[in-house]
């Protein structure tokens, strides 16, 4: 089984001494209380793990540098907190340490309109920075849901619904400020679009979970808003039909900007948690920018070939308030599947797969978990071959956890077999470890593990992540 048991993990006792030294340092904004470390002992993964010794909340990259420096010198880990939404572990207390709360460092620092680029402390959300664009013309592209934090969505090399058109925080980061395990502080990258210049630390660092570094401060790029936008709903007999209809799109050369698969169980949750009357069947939420002209051509291309597939119900979505009420719904999904099993918990997974051998995944994931009888849901962007699945257990009964990680092990062993990934967006975190060497092979771990051991020699930064400091 790929999914270690937080039992496993051997936590560290925090030395009475560091938190001494991190309550003179902080005052008020170092907390100890109960509550407030269980609050960033959690996240949305099902694993349980004991909290953090104590919770830092730091406000300027000088306070990340100094609580790295107090908790370096007695060897005690940090863990970079932002809204708390990783799926895959990413920011549990197994070893102990101190959690690092980045959410009042939420200061937008620049906007270079001109560049096209903004310069954000990592506590930012990705909707407070576009309600700070609102007038600007320009918007910041990535969404992944949820409102996270820019720091969490570069440590985990976030995407969303808009990566088919508009690609990854890996395409949308410049440039970046880190605080190292020591407490130094670096900058890399620069406000230019492109750069040769030595090793490419910025790439390093976007999608590192917080192990090589703490991001405080991020330089992204910005999109002009688009001339035109119009949204696209179209419901199919199968899922089947609308990952074929998907693929030609794709292969079209049509320049969709979203393109997003909801199942019918994921239908059928969010009609009961958004009031909504979908039909409760496979569909596509679909959007299109540029130009009306432009916008008109996309659309009844879709069209056309979405009727080939057997879609049908294709239905506008012109106006702000709806494109909004639809979006959000999607957004909605997996809470809203929550709800339909109450006191449940997900074993949220996702994998990413060529275009041309998306449909066998998804077909076969559906027949593996229907077959299996575990309530479950999907929702996918798969206008990039990347697609979730959601399976829904009860926490008092092994079984179905154990029912659940059974289906995920098929679920990406098959995705690397058809030269996909173990995980297109969620990260490793400690669910998909034992997948990642079976992905990248044993010698580009140890490169990884050479890197790890280069930056963080101590192994404080969020230990037990990405790869087991034992293998």
Partial sequence: MNAPTIAQALSRPTPPACLEALATRFGAA???????????????????????????????????ADAVKLCAAHDVPVIAYGAGSSLEG????????????????????RVAAEDLT???????????????????????????????????????RASGTNAVRYGTMRENVLALTVVLADGRVIRTGTHARKSSAGYD???????????????????????????????????????????DCTIQIIQAGIPIARCELMDANAVRAVNAHDHLDLPV????????????????????????????????????????EE???LWKARHHAYLSALQTKPGCRSVTTDTCVPISRLAESINDTVAEADAAGLPYFIVGHVGDGNFHV????????????ELAESLNDKLVRRALAL?????????????????LREEAGDDALDVMRAIKQALDPRGILNPGKIFAPSE
């Fill in 419 to 435: 030269g996909g990934t173990c995980t297109g967006e969620h990260g490793i975190g400690l669910h998909k470890q034992g997948f």
């Fill in 281 to 320: 069947q496979p569909l596509l939420l679909m959007e299109f920018h540029g130009s009306p002209a432009s916008v008109r051509e996309q659309a009844e291309s879709v069209q056309t070939i979405a009727a080939e597939h057997g879609g049908s119900r294709f239905s506008w979505a012109d106006t702000p």
């Fill in 118 to 156: 903004a310069t954000v402390q990592a506590g930012v959300t990705r909707l407070q920075l576009n309600d700070e664009l609102r007038h600007t013309g320009l918007f910041f592209s990535i969404d992944p849901g949820a409102d996270a934090t820019l720091g969490g969505m570069t440590a985990t």
């Fill in 201 to 243: 630390l910025t790439r390093l660092f976007v999608g590192s979970e917080g192990t090589l570094g703490i991001v405080t401060e991020i330089t992204v790029r910005l999109y002009p808003q688009p001339e035109a936008v119009a949204a696209a709903v179209c419901s199919f007999p199968d899922v089947a039909s609308s990952v």
């Fill in 323 to 325: 494109r909004t009420r």
């Fill in 90 to 109: 990413q920011l549990l207390a197994i070893h102990g340490g101190i959690s690092l709360d980045l959410t009042r460092m939420n200061r937008v620092l």
């Fill in 30 to 64: 170092f907390s100890t209380a109960l509550a407030v470390r269980q609050q960033h002992g959690r996240d949305e993964s099902p694993f349980d793990a004991p909290p953090p010794a104590g919770v830092v909340f730091c406000s300027s990259t000088q306070d990340v």
């Fill in 390 to 401: 959601g399976y829904l257990i009860d926490p008092a009964k092994p079984e179905e956890r």
